[in-house]
Structure formats: structure tokens, C-alpha cells
């Protein structure tokens, strides 16, 4: 008996890795031009692996064991991927990494192994961890230091080209200020106290995914009308002090300029959203307005205002410039071929 000779594999899949036996009693082997040998041999069994592609940046494919990797320990198939969320999202995330990786290349940006150790060491000396420890640890996540490493690695890449784009700084005309002061009249209202209370998520002692978690607990709990006080000191790393989420009653003038954009506008009762600063992420809750504009006899130093306000909408435009990179320009500066 002859064995069907093997069919090659379908357009946007390969030959690699995941199995799929094919049993035979007996197989002949036939060359070219010659006439197949009387002798049968048994067969062995053989392994046959088709990894589809189920993406492409800039023409390299992105695979579904490049995929599965990120959903270990599940495995899925192809079609099993065209119908789950999450699979659609780690994709999402793959996409974007190797849309980074080709605009560093055309910025001439590169991230060294150098840097990468730096800054896992320095994570591990923060937390007090030997490197076994710190592996032991990453494995109790689901996450290699290899993978851990790599994903470093993008976040340096982003962190340059971020750099890269806001270098120069963005232009803020005397309109716009004057615009955004008429918005917000309370920023003149500098002498009006404000009774402060905060909830802080500290990045310190914990992965991104650890201050996801406890950032989705403290929004779960306000977006259902959870005391903000209460939820403070259930969730807030204030918890333990003295004072708990009290800050006290401030000026607004003695405010930053971050903080007094976000509660400005605010009434009593109600909180900002999650402001991030690079070592944690605080919401602000007015609890009490304390005095009005007629008590108010310290004249408001223009200048010193107009500067906070173009300060602000630096901040503003720079994110906004970003935003718009990451999110859009990203994309059409590359082509993306996405097949899930």
C-alpha cells in the first residue's frame, strides 16, 4: 500500500510545533524515479504541527503559539481563539509591542540587557528579594523572568519614544489661558479652604497587576455609593495612620496645580478620578467648601495664575499628543494585519 503523500500546509499557517499524530500499519517510501521496494517497513508514529498566524506587523508574523504564550496555561486552536475576549486582547497587547519595537527601530531607539538587569535589580533590592526569591515569585504569578524581562523591556522602549515625542514641549497661546480661567473660576477664588481627604494605592511592594486589582476594588466599591471614607480605610495604604484619609483643610492656593485642576471643580461629596503619580495613585474627595469669594480680600496674583494655567495645559496637550500617538498614529505609521 502507497501513503498518501502529504499535503502542504494552507495559506498563513506553518510548520512548527503543537502536535497531531498520523497512525499508519505500514508506509513505503518511494524515490523519484524509482520503483517502490517490496519490503514493508512499520511505521512510527509522526508528529505533525501546524502554528496558524494570526497576525502580522509590518509583514512578520505574530503566531498562535506567540499567542498562546501569553495565555498559559490555556492552549486554544485557532477558531477557539477567534471567539474569546481574552485571546483578542492578549493580541491586542502583542499587536502593540511590535508596532513599539518597529517605531524605536525607525527613531533609532534600543533598550540593552544592561538596562533591563538595572532596573530588575532595583526591584528586587526595593523588596528585599534575592533572585530566587524574586523568580519564586514571578512563578507564583504565572510569569518567567524571561517573559517578565521582555515585558520590561517595552516598558523602557515606551518610556523613550514617550520621551522622544514630548521632547520640545507643546505652545499654549494667552487665549487658551484666559479660556480655561473663565471655565474655572474657582482658580481665583485662591483664599476659599477646602476640606481634603484622599485614598492612596501605593506602586511600592507590588506588580502592575497587584495595583490593578486593588485600583478595581476602590472603583467597584465608589461606583456602587460606598462611603468614600469607608472605602479609605478598607482599601486606602493611609489606612493606618493617625489621621486615615484626612489631609485637613487647605487653601486652594497652597494646592499643586494637578490636584487643584482636579478638585476645583468638585462639590462637597464628591471625589476626582484616580490622579497617578510614578510611585502611586491617589483620588481626592472634597468633603466640605469652607468660606465663599466675599471672605476673600487676598488679591490674586495674575501673572503667578496665568503660569499654574499654562502649566496645566502643557500637561493637557502633551497627553493629549501622546494619546493620540499611541493610540492612532502608532498605527498607521505601520501595517497591522490582525486575522482574529
Known sequence: MKTPAARAPTTGSIL????????????????????????KVEAAPQELVIDAVVAAVDDKPITLSDLNSRLTPRRLSFEEAKKDPEASRALDQVIQEKLLEEEAKVKRLSVSDAEVNEYVSEVMERNGLSSEDFQAALAREGKSLTAYKQQIKIDILKAKLTSSLSRGGVSVS???????????????????????????ISKEGRTIDEVKSRLMQVSTALERGDSFIDVAKRLSDTAGSEEGSLIGVIPMKDLSPAIAEAVGPLRAGQHTPPLETPGDIQIFFVEERVGNEAENTEEVDEEKLKDEVRQI????????????????????????????
Open 16 to 39: 512548527i510545533k503543537t502536535t497531531l499524530c498520523v497512525w499508519a500499519t505500514t508506509c513505503v517510501w518511494v524515490s523519484p524515479g524509482l520503483s517502490a521496494p517490496k519490503k
Open 174 to 200: 494667552d487665549s487658551e489661558i484666559d479660556e480655561y480661567i473663565a471655565k474655572h473660576p474657582e482658580l481665583k477664588n485662591a483664599g476659599k479652604d477646602i476640606k481634603l481627604h484622599h485614598l492612596v
Open 313 to 340: 495645559l502643557q500637561k493637557q496637550k502633551t497627553k493629549e499628543r501622546l494619546d493620540a500617538f499611541f493610540k492612532n498614529e502608532l498605527y498607521k505609521n505601520h501595517s497591522v494585519d490582525k486575522r482574529l
